[in-house]
C-alpha cells in the first residue's frame, strides 16, 4: 500500500486522479444522506394537511345547519355548542392537538362560543307594542286606510259603519258613535277630520271611566280575582305580586281555586318567585274557607295585601256563581269591608264575549275594576272601548305579555294615540 502511494505520488497520479476521486464520492455521499429531521418535518407536515382538511371538511357539515336556522343570532351560539357537543370526540383533539397554532379558530375559546348564549335586551312591552297586532290586523288597519280619503261621502260613512262593527266594541257602543258621526257630518271634510273626531270619542269615554289602580289604605287590602277559564288571573296574581314588592308592600296571596288539580302548584310558583306567603289547603277544599283562613292570616301578620285567586268559571254557571259569592261574603266576615276590590281578569280575545261576562260577573258579586290580558296576542283590543263604554268600569291595568313585569298600568291616552297613531 506505501509502495503504491509512494509510486503514484512519484507519477503524479495521487493529486490527479485518486484525491479528486475521493473528494467527489465523499460529495455524493454528503447530498445524499438521508435527512432524517426533514422527513419528519414533512411527515408532520402531511398529517397537518390531513387535519386541516377534515376540519374544512366538519365545518362544512355544520355551517348549513346554523345557517338554516330561524333562531335569533343568541340561540345559533347556543346551536354551535349543542352540536360540538354532540360530536365530542374528534372535534376536541383535532382543536386541541394540531389546529391550535395554525389555525387559530378554536371551538370551545371562541367569544360566541365558549361563553354562556347572552339573551338580547328585549325592551319591555307597553301599551303601545300590546297594540300591535289591533293595529296590523285588526279593525285599525282598515280604518286608516278610510281616514286616507279626501272626501267623506256616504260611501265612506257606510264603511266606517262596517268597520267599527267589526271592532269588538259591541253594538251600543258602534251605535253611539256612529249617531256622533251622523251628527257631525257636515263639519268633516275630509277623512282625517273623521279620524280626528272618532280619536275625541273615543278617548273622553276611556277617560270619563278611568281609575287608577287602587292604592293601599288598610291592613291587609283584600282583591279578589274573578274571571272565565284561562283569562290570566293566577297570572295576573303573580304579575301584582312582583308590583307590590316592588313599591314595598307585603303581599300574600291565597289558593282559592281547589277545583283545578295544578291550580295551588301554579299560585305556589308564583309565591316562590315573589318570595310572598301563599296560603292553601287541598285539592277540593272549599275555596270559601281557603280565603277566610287566608284573611285571618294576613290579619295577623303584618301583610299589606292578600290577592285570592279562584278557579275559572263560566258567567252563566249558576252553582259556580253562587259559589263566588259565598267567597265574597265570607271575605268580608273575616275582614269587614272585604275584599276591597273585586277585579274581573278579562282575556282580550274573547272580544265581544267579554262584556257578557263582565255583566253576568258584576250582578253577582260586584265588580270594581277590568284587568285585560293578552292585549299582546289579540286583534281585539277594541274590546277596551266597548266595556269602558257600556258598563262604566275602569280598565286598571292591562297584560301585554307573560313575563312578569308585564302587566301596564292602563293610562286612555296613551291607549288612544297608541292606536289612532
Ligand atoms: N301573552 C300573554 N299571555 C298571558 C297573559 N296573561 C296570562 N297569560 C297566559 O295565559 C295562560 C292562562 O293564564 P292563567 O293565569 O293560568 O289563567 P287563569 O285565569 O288563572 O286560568 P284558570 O285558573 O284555569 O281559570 C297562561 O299561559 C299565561 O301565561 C298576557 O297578558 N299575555
Ligand atoms: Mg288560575
Redesign the pocket.
Known amino acids: 500500500m506505501q509502495a503504491w502511494i509512494e509510486e503514484s505520488l512519484k507519477n503524479g497520479e495521487l493529486f490527479f486522479y485518486i484525491v479528486p476521486a475521493v473528494l467527489l464520492i465523499l460529495l455524493f455521499i454528503v447530498i445524499f444522506w438521508p435527512d432524517k429531521k426533514k422527513e419528519k418535518k414533512e411527515e408532520e407536515e402531511t398529517e397537518l394537511d390531513k387535519l386541516i382538511k377534515a376540519d374544512k371538511k366538519l365545518k362544512a357539515e355544520i355551517e348549513p345547519v346554523v345557517e338554516n336556522t330561524d333562531e335569533p343570532p343568541f340561540k345559533e351560539a347556543g346551536k354551535e355548542i349543542q352540536l360540538f357537543e354532540e360530536k365530542p370526540e374528534p372535534v376536541e383533539t383535532f382543536h386541541e392537538t394540531s389546529l391550535q397554532s395554525e389555525q387559530p379558530e378554536p371551538v370551545h375559546t371562541s367569544p360566541e362560543t365558549s361563553q354562556k348564549p347572552i339573551e338580547p335586551e328585549i325592551p319591555a312591552a307597553t301599551i303601545k307594542s300590546g297594540l300591535e297586532k289591533t293595529k296590523k290586523g285588526g279593525f285599525m288597519s282598515r280604518l286608516i286606510g278610510l281616514f286616507k280619503n279626501s272626501v267623506v261621502d256616504d260611501d265612506l260613512i257606510e264603511e266606517l259603519e262596517e268597520i267599527l262593527y267589526t271592532a269588538d266594541m259591541g253594538v251600543a257602543t258602534v251605535s253611539w258613535l256612529m249617531d256622533l258621526v251622523n251628527k257631525n257630518r257636515s263639519k268633516f271634510t275630509s277623512g282625517d277630520d273623521v279620524k280626528q273626531f272618532l280619536k275625541e270619542q273615543i278617548r273622553d269615554v276611556l277617560v270619563a271611566n278611568h281609575k287608577p289602580f287602587p292604592k293601599i289604605t288598610e291592613k291587609p287590602t283584600v282583591f279578589l280575582m274573578v274571571?272565565?277559564?284561562?283569562?290570566?288571573?293566577?297570572?295576573?296574581i303573580g304579575k301584582l305580586a312582583h308590583k307590590f314588592i316592588a313599591q314595598g308592600k307585603v303581599p300574600m296571596l291565597a289558593a282559592g281555586?281547589t277545583f283545578?288539580a295544578a291550580?295551588v302548584e301554579?299560585l305556589k310558583v308564583w309565591g316562590e318567585r315573589n318570595n310572598c306567603t301563599v296560603i292553601s289547603d287541598k285539592d277540593g277544599a272549599d275555596p270559601a274557607s281557603v280565603a277566610f283562613n287566608a284573611v285571618n292570616s294576613a290579619l295577623s301578620k303584618d301583610v299589606d295585601v292578600l290577592l285570592v285567586?279562584t278557579?275559572?268559571r263560566l258567567q252563566n254557571r249558576v252553582n259556580l256563581m253562587e259559589e263566588l259569592v259565598k267567597i265574597n261574603r265570607v271575605i268580608g266576615k273575616a275582614k269587614p269591608g272585604a275584599p276591597h276590590e273585586t277585579i274581573i281578569?278579562i282575556d282580550a280575545n274573547n272580544g265581544q264575549n267579554a262584556l257578557t261576562q263582565a255583566k253576568q260577573f258584576s250582578e253577582a258579586v260586584k265588580v270594581t275594576g277590568i284587568i285585560i290580558?293578552?292585549?299582546?296576542?289579540s286583534a281585539k283590543g277594541g274590546v277596551i272601548i266597548g266595556i269602558s263604554k257600556e258598563l262604566g268600569l275602569p280598565v286598571y291595568l292591562v297584560?301585554?305579555?307573560?313575563k312578569i313585569e308585564?302587566?301596564r298600568p292602563f293610562d286612555p291616552n296613551e291607549f288612544v294615540e297608541a292606536l289612532f297613531e
Not at 297584560?399 to 307573560?402: A, D, F, L, Q
Open positions: 274571571g272565565v277559564n284561562g283569562a290570566g288571573k293566577t297570572t295576573t281555586d283545578r291550580a301554579q285567586d278557579a275559572g281578569v290580558t293578552k292585549l299582546d296576542g297584560g301585554v305579555g307573560e308585564d302587566l
